[in-house]
Structure formats: C-alpha cells, structure tokens
C-alpha cells in the first residue's frame, strides 16, 4: 500500500439552503507506552534482546526509527538504536493502558507481533467507558515469524538473532498492523490489554495511536467525512478497450454513533473522484450510504501514466465539491513484472476473487486409493504416515499388513488409481449447483504424483501412469467450453517426500530421499516414473509451475508447504502472462514468497482481516483426501457449510471447501448432497454473500454472537446463525435509515417487512410476522437484507 500524509482543502459549500457535509484530515494521536514496556525485543548484534523468552531478537538496525507513518497512521517508534538494553514492547498481561483524558474513538491502530509460532491467534481488548460500560474487541494476531509459510507485515526484516548473541534465524521476521473500529457512542476511558494465557505464544505491543470521533457543534446534523486512505491497487477492470486501475478510497464518517440521523448520514449518491498530473478518473467512485462511525469503501476507476502525488475529491448528489484531500501517491499498475521481491509484494488478489467468496477444493490422488486414515488424521498423507514410524505402534502400518500384506508398497497403489468413472462435465455440474464460483484441483501432492502433463522432468503422474491421462487439462477444457464463468486454480506442493532429487533441499517432514520399505527395512522403495534431473527446483517445480500458468492457464497458484523455491521468478512470469492474456490471477502464501493471500487450515479467524485471507477445510471433519474411515453422518452438512461461509466472509475471507474423489473419479453422495443443499440456500441468498465486503465495524453482534453483517454499496446484510422468532433483534446500531426496506431473501415472495430503531440507542427490530423461515436447503441460516433508499 503507497500513501503519503494527507491534507485537506476544506470548502464548507451551502447547497439548496441546506449545509452541505464538510470534509476534514483523517488524524492519529500516538500514545505513550513507556510507562508499561516490560520486554526488549530490539538489539544491536543480538546482545540484550530477548522478545520471545528464548532470546531472540529483531535487528534494531534493519528497523525504521522514530515517528513513522503507515496506512495513513502516525506511530513512535519505540526503539533507537537500542545498545543500552531498554524495553521497547509491552508483552500483553491485563495491564491497563489508559487514556490521557477520556476520548470519543473513531478508530484505535497498533503495531503488534506475536512470539511462538501459532497461527492467527485470538486476542481480546476490553475497552471501558466513561458511562461504565466495557466492549470486547478482538484481535486474530500473526507470529512475527511463520515458516515454511509466509507472513507479511508493515515492517519486515530477513532475519532474526538468536540466544541474545549475533547468530541469527534466517526466516523472515515481521511486526503488523491492527486497526479496529471502535464500538461505542461514549468516550473511552481506558483499554484492558490482553492476558498472557499461553507463555510460548504471547501478544507484543510497540505502539498505539488513536482516531478521535469529530465533535463540532455541527455534528449533531452535518456529515463530518475524511479520505481514511487512497490505495492505488494493481487490479483493474475492463472498461470498452481500456483497462483502468482500481484505487481503493475509504472515506470515514468521524461523527459519533450517538449522532446517527439522517441528516448526520451520507444518504445520496456522493461520488470519488482522483485527479493528478499523472492521474485521471474514468469511472467514479459511488458511496451511497455512509453513516457515523462507519466507513466504506469503493474503487475508483483510473489511467495512471507515471508516480504523481494525486488528489480525492468528493462531490455531493448535486455535483457539488465537498472537499478535496491531497497528497495521495498514486503509483500505476507495473508495465512488466520483474523477480524483484519488492515489486511482486504489492501484487493484491484480483476483484473477481475477492467479489467470488466460495471455492471447492479437490484432493484426488494415489492416496485415494487406500483412502484411510485414523480419525483426527489426513488420509492423503498415507504414504508418510506409513512410514513414520515403521512398527506396529503406527495405525498405518497395522492397516496395511492387515489389509494388503508385507509385500505392497505405495507405488503399487498407482495401478489402481484408474479415474474410470471421472467425468469433468459432472464435476462442474456440482462445483456450478453447489454455488462455488471457482475450484482448485491438486495437481501434485506431496506423494509427486501429478495429475498434468510433466513432460520431460518426471513420468511419476497420470499422463503416463495409471489412468494415462491428462486429468487437469480434462477438467480445465470442459470447464472453459461448459462453466466459463468458474475460476480455475491449482494446487501443487513445493516439496516431495521422498523424491531422491529433493534431498539436498529437504526439511522436517520433506525430508527427500528415497523411503525404506516398510517391512523390508533394508531394502529402498521405488519412486516409479522418476527421470534423471540435475537440480530439484531448475528442472522439475519451477517448469512445472509455469506449465500450470502458462499451458494450463491457472487462474490461481495455491501451494502448499513453501520452503526452498523460485516464486519470485516464477510470480514475474506468472503475472506477465496473465496480463497479455487480459487475466488477473492471484498467488497464496505457501509458495515460499510474495503471497496475495494466506490460508489458515481448518480454522476461522475470530476478528476481521485487513489482508485478504481464505481458509480451507474438508468435508470431512478431518481430512482433505478420501477417508473410508469417516462415517457419512460426519461431513459437513449445509448448516456447518453455509454458517462457515457467512462467517468467513463477514471477516475479509474468503470459504474453500474441499471434496475427496474416490480412485474411480467420483464424489461420493453424501458429499454431493450437502453441496447442492447449501447450493440451494446460495441460489436464495447468495446476494448476501457473493461481492459483499466486511463491515468496518464489526463482523458480528457482540452481544450474542449469532448475527453476521455483510455490505453492498446499496445493501446492507444481517445473516442470523439461529432461527429468529417473531422478530429479528440486532443489538447495535447499523446503517438502516428511515425509508430503507427490509426483506428476508428466504422468502420467495420478497415481502418487504416492518421494522423499527428504538429511540435511546438506535438498535433494529424486524417484525418477521407469519413470514415461514423454514431453512433453504436444510441450512439453519436466515438472510435478511436492508435496501437502502438513497433516491
């Protein structure tokens, strides 16, 4: 994200005797911290750090120092060069921090990391008021370091010291950026911070600043607007013959919630303009409804010739300037992608996959055919499980004596892996009815079996093995002549397990090498259809990933494991490629560098996002691949799919659910049937879910948790997990305004339904009546809309 410091040309314009909204600099306050700094996670050659209790440490020489401005956010940075061996962090244990003097807040920001190496781990903030109320806000908080995945934050460094000496860790270590919304009318007195539950993976604050809400004596009527930021993005549309870059601006609302009403409301079509020596606009940005305390945010359509400073301008329904607010960087799209890591790192996930929300995973493979596994464990990693450890004490081992005998190793599996039975046409049937709008097929698995062509670098794959066929390009030609309109991605592992090339590269769990057979311990197992390469990652991963890219035309590079890798030569390629085909594709953070995207495994973040994220999880409630172990009343119904769905997306994320074949090609029946009953609850209320966007103050109702909230530019959307009775209760205050319609998209016959604020706080009732709520598709998910009327 490029953005400079902001000013604003305030123009106070009267309009048809009524003051128009004004427009105002979006402020951060920095807040002093020294006074609760217990831990040193800086040093100079590693002498005194010891951020994580073991010792480690950031280099304070690769850092930024001072008052530092990110997002648009002004900081003080804690350290200096830190030779005197001073804190600079506050490891998280209930401290209090409390305000100057109690504070309206617009927004609170923070510069954070955690220790240990968990992934996204949930952290709650209680905020107490001067009224005596407190608000529980929580935080999904990154490791400063994840490996072999990848983590990328606001401040980055390659490396980190080790045992408080100049030995370092050579993963790339990070420290991020939290802003939150935050929830209430009354000013804030002060903040709990976290608890330190779990001492090998604890939450470290460096710095805070804070938005204060605008209290003007006009604000009670007038709209009090700020350009929170203005992010020159390197996706784009296509308009006629032209292809303008998307800037995303987000405008604020600074009134208080408590001055909610019409008049303190954008309740028209105000329009985004960007202009520059370098910049002008082509399709204005339109902000329909904007309410105090909020934000929204819309693209802006722009031709960007060179690097300018440019200026927002926001103009009333009337055509009327309301403001300007300049200093923006705007930066354009890049002509030509190079191997620079720092170019490829402002690469974003394209609009189509953001606007998608609900993909379906595929894991088919060799390992469908033993297709088992213990329960808790992941039946396509049969063939490492088996051999790990090699004795009866491995539920493995014992399944495989007692089901194939001694003398069958994995390789064997590969005659029986025949796809007699797939079928691409019925696949995308019930990919396109389960409502998906994209899928990513694994093309090679950590076993090296490939499900394309590999050409020349290995014969271990379908194309010459087994079903000797190219089962990707089957699925991918069908689904571009039948079902244009999914997305493609593939999925491919960077490493292999025992892949002999692999061996000068191997780690952990990817050792390479060839296995020991089983039960004949001196003996080495086959690794059937290897060529002669010389060099793992030259020869076999890098051309195959741009065989996915570029023969196959995969929209999405979803890998897995990361680890000793090419991506940024490969991204470059990629990313050019798909530019002089009119493509916009996208890459995850398992491929060892420049992610887009990161992926949490069975796992949904507990707060919004404000990187783009997707999570992903089988059918199966342990296992990706095929698992015969797994009782059919275990996979996930349409309640769990779609309430997962809604959930995710309510927090920047997007849903991809994965099926197992079995080794004959097809999805089994119970799978297929709870995808088409959640696809029947997508086909009534999938305006709920496909090209909404996260509400900036909140995913959910915190009160009880069972309301989701999602947004449109007309739309806002209230999804209930549990069945509501009579009425529809949202204990908060939402963008609802009088003339606005209520409809639940449940209802076949779009009957607009009663509603009301009560007066004191503002909070919605929907009078639901004799309307039947009966779950579409068997889904235990009611959708409720509210259509603004914006006239």
Known sequence: MKLLRSSVVLLGLIFAGARAASLVPFTSIPLSLADLFNNQATSLNGSGGNFDGLGSSYDVSLLPTG????????????????????????????????????????????????????????????????????????????????????????????????????AKNSNA????????????????????????????????????????????????????????????????????????????????????????????????????EISGPTVSTVVPGIVRRLIPSDQVSVDVLVTTSGTS???????????????????????PIPAEWTADPELLSTHETPTWYNQAKYGIFVHWGVYSVPAWAPEGTYAEWYNWDLHNPPN?????????????????????????????????????????????????????HHDGFALFDTENTTHRGSVYMGPQRDLLGELFDTAKQEKPWLHRGTYYSMPEWFNPDYAPYGFSEWPGGLARNVFHPSEFE???????????????QLPHMLTLAERYGTEIMWCDIGGPNRTPEFAAQFYNNAMAKGAQVTINNRCG?????????????????????????????????????TNASQYKNATTIIQTLVDVVSKNGNYLLDVG?????????????NLLAAGEWLASSGA????????????????????????????????????????????????????????????????????????????LTVDIGDIPLNPVGGAEAWAFQVKYNTG
Not at 309 to 331: M, Y
Not at 400 to 426: C, E, H, M, R, W
Not at 526 to 540: A, E, V
């Open 67 to 166: 008052a530092w401005n990110y997002d648009g956010i002004s900081y003080e940075l804690p350290w200096g060069n830190n030779t005197s061996g001073s804190n600079d962090n506050i490891v998280t244990r209930n401290q209090v921090l409390a305000l100057p003097e109690p504070t309206v807040l617009h927004e609170i920001h923070m510069l954070y990391a955690m220790d240990g190496n968990d992934v996204d781990t949930p952290m709650s903030f209680i905020f107490n008021f001067v009224d005596n109320s407190t608000e529980e806000v929580e935080m999904s908080a990154k490791a400063w370091w994840r490996w072999p995945e990848i983590n990328v934050g606001v401040i980055n460094t390659p490396y980190s010291f080790i045992n408080q000496t100049s």
């Open 173 to 272: 270590t990070s420290i991020f950026q939290w802003s939150a919304s935050v929830p209430s009318g009354s000013a804030v007195e002060s903040i709990m911070l976290p608890s330190d539950t779990d001492p090998d993976s604890r939450l470290h604050i460096f710095a805070v600043s804070i938005t204060p809400s605008t209290l003007s004596p006009d604000s009670a009527t007038n709209a009090v607007l700020s350009v929170r930021r203005a992010q020159f993005s390197t996706r784009w549309e296509q308009v006629n013959e032209t292809r303008p870059q998307a800037v995303q601006v987000t405008l604020a609302n600074l009134l208080p919630i408590s001055a909610l009403s019409v008049n303190a409301s954008i309740n028209s079509p105000y329009t985004v």
């Open 593 to 629: 560098a420049v992610p887009d995207f990161t992926t949490p495994e069975y796992q949904t973040l507990g707060a919004i996002q404000a990187q783009k994220w997707e999570t992903n999880e089988g059918m199966d409630p342990f296992s990706y691949g095929l698992n015969s172990n």
């Open 526 to 540: 086959p690794y059937t259809g290897h060529l002669n390469i010389s060099d793992y990652l030259t020869d076999l």
């Open 661 to 673: 074949p079995t080794a004959e090609g097809e999805i089994i029946a119970p799978m297929t049937d």
């Open 688 to 763: 709920c879910v496909y090209n909404t966007s996260y509400w900036f103050k909140g995913a959910q109702d915190s009160v009880n948790g069972t309301l989701r909230f999602l947004t449109t530019p007309e739309t806002f959307c209230i999804v209930s997990l549990v069945e509501p009775s009579q009425t529809l209760s949202v204990n908060g205050q939402i963008p609802i305004l009088p003339g606005d319609e209520v409809v639940y998209l449940g209802d076949p016959n779009n009957t607009s339904l009663s509603w009301s604020t009560e007066p004191n706080t503002g909070y």
């Open 309 to 331: 400073n440019a200026t927002v301008t926001v103009k009333d329904e009337h055509g009327a300037v309301v403001g300007t607010s300049e200093g923006w960087l705007a930066t």
């Open 392 to 444: 009866s004490s491995n539920p493995f081992y014992v399944h495989q004596l007692d089901t194939y005998g001694p003398d069958v190793v994995y390789d064997d599996f590969i005659a029986n892996f025949t796809a007699s039975k797939f079928n691409a046409s019925s696949w995308l049937d019930i990919f396109d009815k389960a409502g998906a709008k994209y899928f990513v097929l694994v093309t090679k």
